[in-house]
């Protein structure tokens, strides 16, 4: 069949989701031209071109900056643009959603990262962590979880890992909720690239994080996550973030007790997760 021409998403955690898709394509010899902002996910995929797309949010805008080398300097001639997403698809797997869209079917489907991004080295054992924060551009106080319930992680955590915070803070425009939580290693302004946050999660012992981009990138990299649930379930439940397909044993979900299943970003939802305390305890310990 000729080429593809994609308006795929900006997010980091759905470009994760739709690399899946796109090694698909490349394996079957089909030619994609997809609109992104994080090129660096498909440098392993010669026949996926990345294609730079309107976007104003401020952490893609700054990636697609660092990464300008890895663009097409021109859109293909010839093709009409797809439009590739997964809204009002609520009773399935991001994954599948995708899928229901895409063009193409294929009859295999596996989540990986590029592989030149190796494990970083040096570090002694350390867990990454993801703190609860808010974006101006882009809010989402339901989906959150309590900021209390990753700071007990820490504590746990802290007596057998040291504890990388990892962030994009910006004054004004992203934030911490709550209390500045306890790390040894804070890349917490966005200090680290793309490619070496890959590297990062690949060699940590453990990821903390709220529901968001480590839930997708440790699917992928399978390296053992904790993913403490808050609310906005509609978008932002298991069966949607997972997939029947995929490896997930190495996934936690630490759940609410009344998981709402809402739609709305600014919904008051009930977070609180009794057991918290034990449920970590075991996971910690399983590690």
Wanted: aromatic content about 10%.
């Amino acid at each position: 069949m000729g080429g593809l021409y994609i308006n795929g998403m900006h997010g980091l955690g759905d470009t994760i989701y739709e690399r899946a898709i796109m090694k698909q394509c490349n394996n079957a010899g089909i030619d994609v031209w997809l609109t992104t902002s994080w090129p660096q996910l498909f440098v392993d995929l010669p026949r996926v071109r990345s294609v730079v797309g309107p976007v104003n949010l401020r952490t893609q805008v700054k990636n697609i900056h660092a990464a300008r080398t890895l663009f097409e300097k021109r859109k293909p001639a010839g093709l009409r643009p797809h439009l590739w997403h997964y809204c009002n698809r609520f009773n399935c797997s991001i994954l599948s959603a995708l899928e229901m869209n895409f063009p193409v079917k294929f009859d295999d489907i596996e989540m990986d990262l590029p592989e030149q991004y190796e494990s970083s080295k040096g570090l002694k054992p350390y867990v990454i962590v993801r703190p609860v924060t808010l974006r101006k551009e882009w809010r989402a106080d339901s989906r959150n979880c309590k900021p209390e319930y990753i700071n007990q992680a820490i504590e746990q955590l802290r007596k057998k890992y040291k504890i990388v915070m990892v962030a994009d803070l910006h004054n004004g425009k992203e934030w911490i909720v709550g209390d500045m939580p306890y790390y040894d290693y804070g890349y917490i302004h966005g200090e680290l690239n793309l490619p070496k946050i890959i590297s990062m999660v690949r060699g940590a012992a453990a990821v903390v994080a709220p529901v968001g981009w480590a839930v997708p990138m440790c699917l992928a990299t399978t390296t053992p996550l904790l993913c403490i649930m808050g609310g906005q379930g509609m978008h932002n439940n298991i069966a949607r973030l997972t997939d029947s397909r995929i490896d997930d044993d190495h996934v936690k979900f630490a759940m609410p007790d009344n998981f709402c299943m809402c739609g709305d970003k600014s919904h008051d939802c009930d977070k609180s997760i009794s057991g918290f305390d034990h449920l970590l305890t075991e996971w910690v310990e399983s590690l």
